[in-house]
């Protein structure tokens, strides 16, 4: 007689739910006393060195509506391409400049705006240089698993076309899904989670 093993199930997988948002933006969401700010509200203080920016966007799902109650996290260098992390041993970092930034979509109109500097140019893992850009990490009811992506500047046309991640992407056409659009100091970075011109995730 075979013996029963009497394995446990495989507990079934939930979505965030919108309590990610809730839980991170406490204070946007009217939960007052958690903390006096959210944490990465500000990257930047009047000392902070190099060319200050905005960087805004929104969040767009599948059927192109917009979503309301996303989080985003952006990560980057400073101005002279050194992180913010004990991992990066290459010199010292701005210690005006944080590198982190947290942001709630509006639910209003689905914006997110970050107020940072532009960074600089950081090393590739086999020493070639990338061009500047920042990480983008995206969190909202319905996605399993936070999705991180990358926004590149537009006027970087040089160093875009020898960024080693940029070059991996097999269809060319979709590489402008990472570059922003330009208007003075201010980016705008719209991420598409599906459909037509579907934003570049990666992997890592």
Same mark, same amino acid.
């Given at each position: 007689?075979?013996?029963?093993?009497?394995?446990?199930?495989? /507990?079934?997988?939930? +979505?965030?739910?919108?309590?990610?948002?809730?839980?991170?933006?406490?204070?946007?969401?009217?939960?007052?006393?958690?903390?006096?700010?959210?944490?990465?509200?500000?990257?930047?203080?009047?000392? /902070?060195?190099?060319?200050?920016?905005?960087?805004?966007?929104?969040?767009?799902?599948?059927?192109?509506?917009?979503?309301?109650?996303?989080?985003?996290?952006?990560?980057?260098?400073?101005?002279?391409?050194?992180?913010?992390?004990?991992?990066?041993?290459?010199? /010292?970092?701005?210690?005006?400049?944080?590198?982190?930034?947290?942001?709630? +979509?509006?639910?209003?109109?689905?914006?997110?705006?970050?107020?940072?500097?532009?960074?600089?140019?950081?090393?590739?893992?086999?020493?070639?240089?990338?061009?500047?850009?920042? /990480?983008?990490?995206?969190?909202?009811?319905?996605?399993?698993?936070?999705?991180?992506?990358?926004?590149?500047?537009?006027?970087? +046309?040089?160093?875009?076309? +020898?960024?080693?991640?940029?070059?991996?992407?097999?269809?060319?056409?979709?590489?402008?899904?990472?570059?922003?659009?330009?208007?003075?100091?201010?980016?705008?970075?719209?991420?598409?989670?599906?459909?037509?011109?579907?934003?570049?995730?990666?992997?890592?």
């Amino acid at each position: 007689m075979v013996q029963q093993l009497g394995y446990l199930k495989e /507990t079934p997988s939930q +979505t965030a739910g919108p309590y990610v948002h809730i839980g991170l933006t406490p204070n946007v969401c009217d939960i007052n006393g958690v903390y006096e700010a959210d944490l990465g509200t500000v990257m930047v203080n009047d000392k /902070t060195l190099g060319e200050r920016i905005s960087v805004s966007g929104r969040v767009f799902d599948g059927a192109g509506a917009l979503v309301r109650d996303a989080v985003i996290e952006i990560w980057q260098a400073d101005s002279a391409g050194l992180y913010n992390s004990p991992s990066d041993m290459r010199g /010292t970092t701005d210690p005006n400049f944080s590198g982190w930034g947290r942001c709630a +979509t509006r639910a209003d109109d689905g914006v997110f705006v970050f107020d940072t500097i532009k960074p600089g140019r950081v090393p590739f893992k086999d020493g070639r240089e990338m061009a500047p850009h920042i /990480t983008f990490w995206i969190v909202a009811r319905g996605i399993n698993i936070g999705l991180h992506t990358r926004m590149y500047f537009p006027e970087e +046309t040089e160093a875009n076309k +020898t960024d080693p991640l940029l070059m991996r992407i097999e269809q060319k056409e979709r590489v402008d899904t990472l570059i922003a659009t330009r208007e003075g100091s201010t980016y705008t970075f719209d991420i598409r989670l599906q459909g037509d011109r579907e934003t570049v995730f990666l992997d890592i």
